[in-house]
């Protein structure tokens, strides 16, 4: 390779390294920032506390109805055992365990009642906000009309109006790792696409770049040694 050659490589090698040096940071910030916390620590595993088990012997079939059912779950639920209706066009009802008749969605109230049962924290709810399935704040990523139960830390527990599932839970740590996770993804708005042409082609230029580097290391010191001697 001629002198003339490899100045015009590293000159290039300099430039693509420019380019890429911004996105490099975020991604490596990002992802050791990710890999600081256990997943489970992220999702709130330790803010949950799981509902005592379902006592199937008191269980009576629920109503039939006329729309096509896709499942039925018995669940132990804050209010009582509920059987849980999953319908084909995706949506859910309920039914009481002990009876089989339907209950009502999940109100205000029984939002609350849900969400203390499955809180393990100690920090006092702040407020009870419904939000339909087309106006869900980021933090949900769930197209279901739920209950908001925020606590005073910033926790936040998603409860289906519905099913009366607990969804989600949000923790301000989570809030964090999902902004992580849009930096790394370089996707702010939905943190969601992980397949744009921004990311394609700064991964390719980052890739050229170390690729690049790699190839005129070598060269480099050969060159060097060869001053020396």
Do not use: C
């Not at 490589?9 to 890999?35: C, E, I, K």
């Not at 008191?58 to 132990?76: C, D, H, K």
């Not at 609350?112 to 009870?128: F, K, M, N």
């Amino acid at each position: 390779m001629t002198q003339r050659l490899r100045r015009r490589l590293n000159r290039f090698h300099v430039w693509l390294g420019w380019l890429v040096a911004v996105p490099l940071l975020l991604w490596t910030v990002s992802g050791l920032f990710m890999a600081s916390f256990p997943i489970e620590q992220i999702r709130g595993a330790h803010l949950r506390r799981e509902m005592p088990p379902l006592d199937r012997a008191v269980l009576v079939p629920p109503q039939p109805g006329n729309r096509p059912i896709s499942s039925l779950t018995a669940e132990q639920q804050a209010s009582g055992p509920r059987w849980v209706i999953a319908y084909a066009d995706g949506s859910f009802a309920r039914a009481d365990g002990r009876t089989g008749k339907r209950v009502a969605a999940v109100d205000r109230r029984e939002a609350l009642a849900i969400a203390r049962a499955a809180y393990a924290g100690a920090q006092a709810v702040q407020s009870v906000t419904f939000f339909a399935a087309d106006a869900n704040p980021l933090d949900l990523r769930r197209a279901r009309p739920a209950w908001q139960v925020r606590h005073a830390d910033g926790t936040n527990f998603y409860i289906d109006s519905e099913s009366g599932r607990l969804l989600a839970v949000r923790s301000s740590l989570w809030r964090v790792y999902d902004l992580m996770w849009g930096l790394h993804i370089l996707d702010l708005q939905d943190r969601e696409d992980t397949h744009h042409p921004l990311l394609y082609g700064l991964a390719a230029i980052a890739a050229a770049a170390v690729l690049l580097g790699t190839i005129l290391l070598p060269l480099t010191l050969r060159r060097r040694r060869r001053m020396k001697s």
